[in-house]
């Protein structure tokens, strides 16, 4: 059994002969860069390493349309972004744990489409290594945050030449307590 191109992979050999097959590869999957609110960015680096074991479900015997095919495995790999409290650069270990069904007729956000004999991994494994991705990354558990003398913050009135016009209507405002 081998990949047809990149991530796809031909599942005949799997439905004939064997029922269950190991694969590996070492992918690189474009767009796999998160953007926050912050406009930070998270990019997973260079390859993943990916570890599958694919098996056949539910054919015995019979056609490939009443099949399926469980991937399980491993995708592992590196991230880097800025840390989310003193923002300077990070890097970490990515370990996606990977256990997806691959359907003729999937159902929608459960399990993942099987087409003219082959699966291909790239949407899946994109997905995985994304979800694996942390939520508020930090350079360490007692980050204090950014240098104060590396992020002055002057007076109000040394504020102004940083002030939009637009905003000062709003510096009229007054709040009654």
């Not at 926050?36 to 260079?46: A, F, H």
């Not at 159902?107 to 790239?122: A, N, Q």
């Amino acid at each position: 059994m081998t990949g047809d191109t990149g991530l796809v992979i031909n599942t005949t050999e799997l439905f004939r002969r064997d029922s269950r097959v190991s694969w590996r590869t070492e992918a690189t999957l474009d767009e796999m860069q998160l953007v926050d609110s912050g406009l930070r960015s998270m990019v997973v680096d260079g390859a993943l390493s990916v570890r599958l074991v694919l098996e056949q479900t539910g054919s015995e015997g019979r056609s490939l349309s009443h099949g399926a095919v469980l991937v399980r495995g491993t995708a592992t790999g590196r991230w880097s972004v800025s840390c989310r409290r003193c923002l300077e650069p990070m890097q970490g270990a990515l370990r996606a744990e990977i256990d997806e069904l691959f359907e003729v007729n999937p159902t929608e956000g459960e399990t993942w489409l099987l087409r003219d004999d082959c699966i291909d991994l790239t949407p899946m494994l994109r997905e995985a290594a994304l979800l694996a991705l942390p939520l508020a990354p930090l350079c360490n558990a007692h980050c204090q945050g950014p240098a104060p003398d590396r992020f002055p913050t002057g007076a109000a009135e040394d504020q102004t030449a940083n002030f939009d016009p637009r905003w000062a209507a709003l510096t009229e405002l007054t709040f009654d307590a």
